[in-house]
């Protein structure tokens, strides 16, 4: 009985370092995918915020231009939003939405 328990011991004391290793392995995939998911979060919620400045510059705009009837919102599947104006979009608008759907994309593929 003694003898089986020293070779218990023993198998579980050579097992040991692969034990170490495949949870260290373990814990160093936990720790990165962590930090992938903080980034998805964060890349997550400025897209959000993006969208939300987005909406608001849009109620300002259709409530700033009542005699501009031109102001509408085109749904583009699952891409979001694009906006359509008789006159051309500024630089700003054109940078900031595709730097919405850039970030949108990247999300939706599921990088950081």
Do not use: C, F
């Not at 949870?23 to 160093?28: G, K, N, P, V």
């Not at 897209?47 to 705009?61: A, F, H, I, P, S």
Request: net charge negative; glycine share 6%.
């Amino acid at each position: 009985m003694l003898s089986d328990r020293v070779q218990a011991d023993t198998s579980i004391y050579k097992d040991l370092p692969e034990l170490v290793d495949t949870m260290w392995r373990d814990r160093q995939y936990l720790v990165e995918k962590n930090r992938l998911l903080e980034e998805t979060i964060s890349t997550v919620g400025t897209v959000t915020n993006d969208l939300m400045k987005r909406e608001g510059q849009l109620k300002g705009l259709e409530e700033n231009s009542a005699l501009d009837s031109s102001v509408s919102l085109l749904s583009v599947g699952n891409q979001g939003a694009g906006l359509m104006l008789n006159s051309p979009p500024s630089m700003y608008d054109l940078m900031s939405e595709s730097e919405v759907e850039r970030r949108r994309s990247l999300v939706l593929k599921g990088v950081p």
